[in-house]
Nanobody, 127 residues
Framework: QVQLVESGGGLVQAGGSLRLSCAASGRTFSRYAMGWFRQTPGKERELVAAISKSGGSLYQTNSVKGRFAISRDNAKNTVYLQMNSLKPEDTAVYYC????????????????????WGQGIQVTVSS
């Protein structure tokens, strides 16, 4: 199990940028694939982006392609979500999530199976 703490959210005008960070506890961060999800009231939680253990494989949902970028620094136990050209529809609570894949598992960016979650952080984009 890994503990996750998000930071970097807030209020920004449309067209602006924010960078979310997610700090993970533990010494085995490099064995976890990581993902960023978001949720708005009344809607299901949506996977925004995912990154493999090494950072070599990425996934992004279509609505954020070209605007958001996920990255990780395994030396700092941190995953990031750089969000550019923000739109009001990006307003949501953003969650960091981890999925343990182990040393011998493929280096993929999974779209499901996440078991550990952060507490969430609000991102609000004003028009």
């Amino acid at each position: 199990q890994v503990q996750l703490v998000e930071s970097g959210g807030g209020l920004v005008q449309a067209g602006g940028s924010l960078r979310l960070s997610c700090a993970a506890s533990g010494r085995t961060f490099s064995r976890y694939a990581m993902g960023w999800f978001r949720q708005t009231p009344g809607k299901e939680r949506e996977l925004v982006a995912a990154i493999s253990k090494s950072g070599g494989s990425l996934y992004q949902t279509n609505s954020v392609k070209g605007r958001f970028a996920i990255s990780r620094d395994n030396a700092k136990n941190t995953v990031y979500l750089q969000m550019n050209s923000l739109k009001p529809e990006d307003t949501a609570v953003y969650y960091c999530a981890a999925r343990y894949l182990g040393v011998f598992q493929p280096d993929v960016a999974p779209t499901d199976g996440y078991n550990d979650w952060g507490q969430g952080i609000q991102v609000t984009v004003s028009s």
